[in-house]
Every structure is written in structure tokens, then in C-alpha cells.
């Protein structure tokens, strides 16, 4: 079974309506292949506009299987983010943990934003 990560950016595609995301999560999340982590939680929770808004995302989001974070992943985030700064890329440290996280559990990453492709060995899902 694939792992799939669910970045922030595609999450509010998601929430959006757009037909090619929603397909493709809700197949995924029937086969039980989507994963959310704690930055991406607390990304999304952060963009809501009301506290309507904000409870009925908590609830939304709590069915989904969640990939917690360890010592071990903020260790290989830090690395990643020493390598990318030697090679003359960033990527912000909530994407970094995510890709360590990514990395640790053979999971893939269904993302828009284009810098995850810095981090070496990361393996990105392409709709």
C-alpha cells in the first residue's frame, strides 16, 4: 500500500471543490493510502476565517490517519535543511519536516508546491 501524504496546498484545493483533487483523495482515502501530519494540520487550521469554520475543519480533519512526528524526523529535517543550504535552496521548515517525515514512513508526497523536489530521495505524487 501507497502512503500518501496530503500537503497544505492541495488540502484547500480540496476544500475548494476542485474536481481533480477531490477524486483523487476521496479514492485514496477509501483505500486508506492518505496520511495527514501536524504542520499540515495546523496550516489549514490557521487559514480559516470563523470559529464555525474552524470546528467544522478539527472534525473534518479528525477521520483522516494522522503520521505523527519523532526525535529522529526533526534530526533529519535539520540535515535536509544543512544540505539544501550548502547546495543554495531553501525550503521552509514546516515543508522540511514534512518531507523528513515523508522520508521515514516510504511515504510519497501530493503536493503543488514545487520547492518538495529539492529534497533528495523524496518521492512525489504527479495527478
Do not use: Q
Not at 474552524?54 to 526525535?71: M, N
Not at 514545487?114 to 529534497?119: A, E, G, L
Amino acid at each position: 500500500m501507497v502512503k500518501i501524504i496530503v500537503d497544505t496546498s492541495v488540502w484547500i484545493e480540496y476544500f475548494k471543490n476542485n474536481k481533480n483533487y477531490v477524486h483523487f483523495i476521496e479514492e485514496n482515502l477509501d483505500m486508506e493510502n492518505i496520511y495527514i501530519v501536524g504542520p499540515v494540520i495546523a496550516e489549514l487550521l490557521h487559514g480559516v476565517k470563523s470559529k464555525k469554520e474552524f470546528d467544522i475543519l478539527s472534525e473534518s480533519i479528525e477521520g483522516i490517519p494522522f503520521l505523527d512526528s519523532g526525535y529522529n524526523d526533526w534530526i533529519k529535517a535539520g540535515e535536509i535543511l544543512f544540505e539544501l543550504k550548502k547546495s543554495g535552496f531553501s525550503v521552509p521548515l514546516t515543508d522540511t519536516i514534512i518531507g523528513a517525515m515523508a522520508l521515514r514512513a516510504d511515504a510519497a508526497i501530493l503536493t503543488l508546491d514545487s520547492h518538495f523536489k529539492n529534497i533528495k530521495d523524496l518521492k512525489l505524487v504527479k495527478l
